[in-house]
């Protein structure tokens, strides 16, 4: 998963400069129903939406009982943002994007070896054991 930055919340913005440099042509992308997402299905992707004024928050389109329409998981990220964000007590705009890459990078981040902890601590590798 990549995180970016942007402007402004628009549909060149969201649209042309981090969906479609992020998917293939003929991807499916699953969003909530914003008219700034519309111009997708004439850029060779698939959407699909959810209208959350309406109460729907996932929907099975295909009757095999997995609701496949939902945009939860990006707003799970974005709760997980907001909650990495908060202890510092707002950010100033000129860092934010230092900020995200940090969660990127721990989002991204799968399992914690002993080398990674070494990394992070700056410690150096030693084979003699202390007791």
Request: aromatic share 12%; proline share 3%.
């Given at each position: ?51 959350h004024n309406r109460g729907e928050f996932a929907r099975d389109d295909d009757g095999d009982g ?66």
């Amino acid at each position: 998963m990549w995180f970016r930055v942007g402007r402004r919340s628009t549909a060149a913005e969201l649209v042309d400069a981090t969906v479609l440099p992020a998917t293939k042509p003929g991807a499916m992308v699953y969003t909530d129903d914003w008219n700034g997402y519309n111009p997708l299905g004439r850029k060779g992707r698939g959407h699909a939406t959810v209208n959350h004024n309406r109460g729907e928050f996932a929907r099975d389109d295909d009757g095999d009982g997995v609701r496949e329409v939902h945009c939860n998981t990006l707003e799970g990220i974005w709760t997980g943002l907001r909650n990495f964000l908060r202890p510092f007590r707002g950010v100033n705009k000129a860092y934010l994007e230092q900020y995200v890459i940090i969660f990127e990078w721990a989002y991204n981040l799968k399992k914690v070896t002993d080398e990674y902890l070494r990394i992070l601590l700056g410690c150096k590798q030693t084979t003699e054991l202390i007791t």
